[in-house]
C-alpha cells in the first residue's frame, strides 16, 4: 500500500511540472501525451479581441471636383427683371455641363471604434471644392467658363473592414454647404433679378464615399470617390414668363495623407 501511494503522489508531482505559467497573462499547455510541442495562449490577447478599441486621428488630402448643372436654355434678364431683347430678338444662352475637374482640399479630424477586423469611423471635415460649367451662346460659342468653387462641412459615417495593413471602407456622407466664390455669384448674375445669398444652397445633403486606404503604424493614406446622391442648391433662373431651374451636383476623388492614435 505504501508503495501505491508514493507512485501515486510521484506522478502528481510529475503532471503539475507538465503545466507552466508563464505570467499572468500567458499559459503553456503541454501536449506531450499526444506527441504536440507545449502550446502558450495569451489570454490578454483573447480578451482584447472582444473588447471594442478607440483611437483618434487627424487627416489632411487634396481633391478633384466635377459639378454638374442642369444644361439648357436661359433667357437673360434685364434691368426690370423682364427678358434682355437685342436686335429685336430675346436673348438666349445655354447652360451646359463641363467635364473639367476643379481643385479642392480637405481637413478633418475623427474617431475610430474597433472591434476585431472591423471599424467604425466618424468623422468632421473642412472641405473646399470646385469644378466648371460653360455659357454658350446662341451660336454655341464660349462665353463664359465659370470656375465655381464652395467650401463644405462634411460628415461622414464610414463603416470599414481591416486587412493587416490594408482596409476598405464605406458610407453616407453628410454635407452642410457654407459659402460660395465670387466668380460663382457672378456668372448667375445676367440671369436673375435677385441676389444670390445662403439661400442658394440645400442644406444638409446626403452623398455616399467609398475607398481603400494602408496604414503603417502611426501613419496612413487612403483615396475615396465620393459620389453625389442630392444637389447642393437649386434655384430659379432667368424671367419670370420664361424660367429656368438650375441646379448642381458634384463627385470628387480625394488622396490623404493622415495620423492615428
Do not use: W
Not at 434691368?79 to 482640399?105: H, M, Q
Not at 464652395?150 to 476598405?168: E, K, N, Q, T, W
Amino acid at each position: 500500500m505504501r508503495r501505491i501511494l508514493s507512485m501515486f503522489f510521484c506522478f502528481l508531482a510529475l503532471h503539475s511540472l507538465g503545466q507552466e505559467v508563464i505570467s499572468d497573462s500567458t499559459v503553456v499547455i503541454d501536449s506531450t501525451d499526444i506527441g504536440m510541442p507545449a502550446i502558450p495562449i495569451d489570454l490578454e490577447e483573447i480578451n482584447d479581441q472582444g473588447k471594442i478599441q478607440s483611437k483618434f486621428g487627424l487627416r489632411f488630402g487634396v481633391s478633384k471636383t466635377q459639378i454638374n448643372t442642369a444644361s439648357g436654355d436661359v433667357v437673360r434678364v434685364g434691368t426690370n427683371g423682364t427678358p434682355l431683347i437685342e436686335n429685336g430678338a430675346v436673348v438666349r444662352d445655354e447652360l451646359v455641363s463641363n467635364s473639367a475637374f476643379g481643385n479642392g482640399f480637405q481637413a478633418a479630424f475623427f474617431a475610430r471604434f474597433e472591434k476585431g477586423t472591423f471599424y467604425l469611423q466618424p468623422e468632421v471635415i473642412y472641405a473646399s471644392k470646385g469644378g466648371k460649367f460653360d455659357f454658350l451662346d446662341r451660336n454655341g460659342n464660349l462665353l463664359n467658363r465659370v470656375d465655381a468653387k464652395f467650401s463644405a462641412i462634411d460628415v461622414p459615417v464610414l463603416l470599414g473592414i481591416r486587412f493587416r495593413d490594408a482596409r476598405v471602407f464605406g458610407g453616407p456622407v453628410i454635407s452642410y454647404a457654407l459659402s460660395k466664390n465670387e466668380e460663382f455669384i457672378k456668372a448667375l448674375e445676367p440671369y436673375t433679378g435677385d441676389d444670390f445669398d445662403n439661400s442658394f444652397f440645400n442644406r444638409p445633403i446626403v452623398n455616399t464615399v467609398f475607398g481603400l486606404g494602408f496604414e503603417f503604424k502611426t501613419f496612413f493614406f487612403d483615396a475615396r470617390y465620393e459620389g453625389g446622391i442630392t444637389n447642393y442648391g437649386s434655384s430659379i433662373i432667368g424671367p419670370a414668363n420664361s424660367p429656368k431651374e438650375f441646379f448642381f451636383g458634384s463627385n470628387q476623388f480625394i488622396l490623404s495623407v493622415g495620423l492615428i492614435k
